[in-house]
């Protein structure tokens, strides 16, 4: 169910220090123009980078586009804007890079991409590098909570938690804080939200609890977002865990614009792929051989093509759902 989290001009002090952080973090020139393509926004042009950052800091311009729309008006609208700065949706980004690969465009004023609202899959950094050579920035943040930490600016791998404003835990099925290593549920509890706190509030998310950073930043880690429970494979044998499948595995076998793979049943698996071409049932046999072995497990594997895969509400895009109810 969604939640509403009323806050106040104290939240909205810790909100907006921590967007500002994420900046000064990533030693971004705030004089630099910075693109947005998300949802909830009408396409704009704007004099700074928003009401937060300009109440603290001078900033250049922004530009906005709404995230429906087509892919290769996204490429043209960014090729028109030349900004130093791209943020969007994971899947939204993966888009642009592929289409940006296959029609050889290159956008060379940008210096950095963010990306927010999804889990990063641990292949969009090493596609970025390759299509336009740019490091990708990720951060962990919610409708709730705003920004719940941020990508370590030394070490890529690591979120630190923002711990001044929120206490967060990860904890195992039976409440037991997880170790560094281990995968558990994340607990949020706000510190300054005394209007409407919140209190070990279960966001839905599974996390990878870190070890202490390098960086000397005192601030606790997250090592890897895992996702959601409905985003979690359930295995024949008992087993679960939330699956990678990086689309470069597949790029010698099929060509696709979009993935979504979806466990109707323990053992029966849907792909749906967004054109360009249907796959031969051949190919489909390939497919489905180097998905099972991905995914660790013999599944059944069907095929559907639909014309466009579409973002769930809130705009988010979750390549993997299972629809297998928990047996525990
Ligand atoms: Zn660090």
Same mark, same amino acid.
Request: proline share 6%; aromatic share 8%.
């Given at each position: 169910?969604?939640?509403?989290?009323?806050? /106040?001009?104290? *939240?909205?002090?810790? @909100? +907006? !220090?921590?967007? !500002?952080?994420?900046?000064?973090?990533?030693?971004?020139?705030?004089?630099?123009?910075?693109?947005?393509?998300?949802?909830?926004?009408?396409?704009?042009?704007?004099?700074?980078?928003?009401?937060?950052?300009?109440?603290?800091?001078?900033?250049?311009?922004?530009?906005?586009? /709404?995230?429906? *729309? &087509?892919? $290769?008006?996204?490429?043209?609208?960014?090729?028109?804007?030349?900004? $130093?700065?791209? =943020?969007?949706?994971?899947?939204?980004?993966?888009?642009?890079?592929?289409?940006?690969?296959?029609?050889? !465009?290159?956008?060379?004023?940008?210096?950095?991409?963010?990306?927010?609202?999804?889990? =990063?899959?641990? &292949?969009?950094?090493?596609?970025?590098?390759?299509?336009?050579?740019?490091?990708?920035?990720?951060?962990?943040?919610?409708?709730?909570?705003? /920004?719940?930490?941020?990508?370590?600016?030394?070490? $890529?791998?690591?979120?630190?938690?923002?711990?001044?404003?929120?206490?967060?835990?990860?904890?195992?099925?039976?409440? @037991?804080?997880?170790?560094?290593?281990?995968?558990?549920?994340?607990?949020?509890?706000?510190?300054?939200?005394?209007?409407?706190?919140?209190?070990?509030?279960?966001?839905?998310?599974?996390?990878?609890?870190?070890?202490?950073?390098?960086?000397?930043?005192?601030?606790?880690?997250?090592?890897?977002?895992?996702?959601?429970?409905? /985003?979690?494979?359930?295995?024949?044998?008992?087993? +679960?865990?939330?699956?990678?499948?990086?689309?470069?595995?597949? @790029?010698?076998?099929? &060509?696709?614009?979009?993935?979504?793979?979806?466990?109707?049943?323990?053992?029966?698996?849907?792909?749906?792929?967004?054109?360009?071409?249907?796959?031969?049932?051949?190919?489909?046999?390939?497919?489905?051989?180097?998905?099972?072995?991905?995914?660790?497990?013999?599944?059944?594997?069907?095929? +559907?093509?639909?014309?466009?895969?579409?973002?769930?509400?809130?705009?988010?895009?979750?390549?993997?759902?299972?629809?297998?109810?928990?047996?525990?």
């Amino acid at each position: 169910m969604p939640v509403q989290v009323l806050g /106040n001009e104290l *939240t909205h002090l810790f @909100t +907006s !220090v921590l967007i !500002v952080r994420n900046h000064l973090w990533h030693h971004r020139d705030l004089s630099g123009k910075f693109a947005a393509i998300r949802s909830k926004v009408e396409s704009a042009s704007l004099p700074d980078w928003g009401r937060i950052e300009s109440a603290a800091l001078v900033t250049g311009p922004a530009a906005v586009l /709404n995230i429906s *729309t &087509d892919i $290769d008006r996204q490429l043209d609208w960014l090729c028109a804007e030349t900004p $130093d700065y791209l =943020l969007t949706h994971p899947s939204n980004l993966r888009s642009l890079l592929h289409r940006a690969r296959q029609k050889a !465009v290159s956008i060379p004023s940008l210096r950095e991409l963010s990306t927010f609202g999804e889990m =990063l899959p641990a &292949d969009l950094r090493d596609l970025a590098r390759e299509v336009w050579n740019l490091p990708v920035t990720d951060v962990y943040s919610s409708e709730e909570f705003g /920004n719940i930490a941020l990508q370590c600016p030394v070490h $890529d791998e690591n979120y630190h938690i923002q711990a001044e404003n929120l206490l967060v835990e990860i904890v195992d099925d039976s409440g @037991t804080p997880c170790a560094p290593g281990e995968i558990g549920r994340v607990l949020v509890s706000t510190l300054h939200n005394f209007t409407m706190p919140l209190l070990r509030y279960e966001i839905g998310d599974y996390a990878l609890a870190g070890e202490a950073c390098k960086c000397g930043r005192g601030l606790p880690v997250i090592r890897r977002i895992a996702g959601r429970r409905r /985003n979690m494979l359930r295995l024949p044998d008992g087993r +679960s865990h939330w699956p990678s499948f990086p689309y470069e595995e597949f @790029t010698p076998i099929a &060509d696709f614009r979009q993935i979504q793979i979806i466990q109707h049943q323990i053992q029966d698996i849907e792909v749906r792929l967004a054109g360009p071409a249907f796959l031969s049932r051949e190919t489909e046999k390939l497919f489905s051989a180097k998905l099972c072995e991905l995914l660790h497990g013999q599944f059944t594997v069907r095929y +559907s093509y639909p014309e466009l895969i579409e973002p769930s509400a809130g705009g988010k895009f979750e390549d993997f759902l299972s629809l297998v109810a928990d047996s525990s």
